[in-house]
């Protein structure tokens, strides 16, 4: 079965990565970098996003289109980059998801 994680940072985890010395920083980003390499015999696909003031949303209300710059909603919480995972079932999937060594929010939705 087929799962997409997306890992959401908070303002806390983002300052406290900021907080970081450079070979903290650089230690993180490599327990992420081992994360991928240890699963990747179950990731299909994966992708850092850029920052949430890149985006764009685009909002369909009764046949018009709202373009705005930023994302759909202003939160504490934003999905950062996201894995797509292929495993036996949901049980797996939240294995995986327990061992995610960056940000402290992983939503785990099934791909159909």
């Known amino acids: ?7 959401a940072e908070t303002e806390e985890f983002a300052r406290d990565l900021e907080a970081m010395s450079e070979p903290e ?4 980003f490599e327990a992420v970098g081992r994360w991928f390499a240890d699963h990747s015999a179950m990731i299909t696909h994966h992708a850092h996003l850029r920052p949430a003031e890149t985006a764009t949303t685009l909002r369909l ?6 373009i705005t710059d930023g ?4 939160g504490k919480e934003v999905v950062s980059g996201y ?7 949901l049980d797996e999937a939240l294995a995986v998801a327990r061992t995610w060594p960056g940000c402290p ?5 099934p791909i159909t």
């Open 1 to 7: 079965m087929k799962y997409v994680l997306m890992f």
């Open 25 to 28: 920083r650089q230690a993180a």
């Open 61 to 66: 209300t009764g046949g018009d289109a709202l």
């Open 71 to 74: 994302p759909f909603v202003e």
């Open 83 to 89: 894995a797509e995972i292929d495993v036996a079932d």
């Open 105 to 109: 929010v992983v939503e785990i939705r």
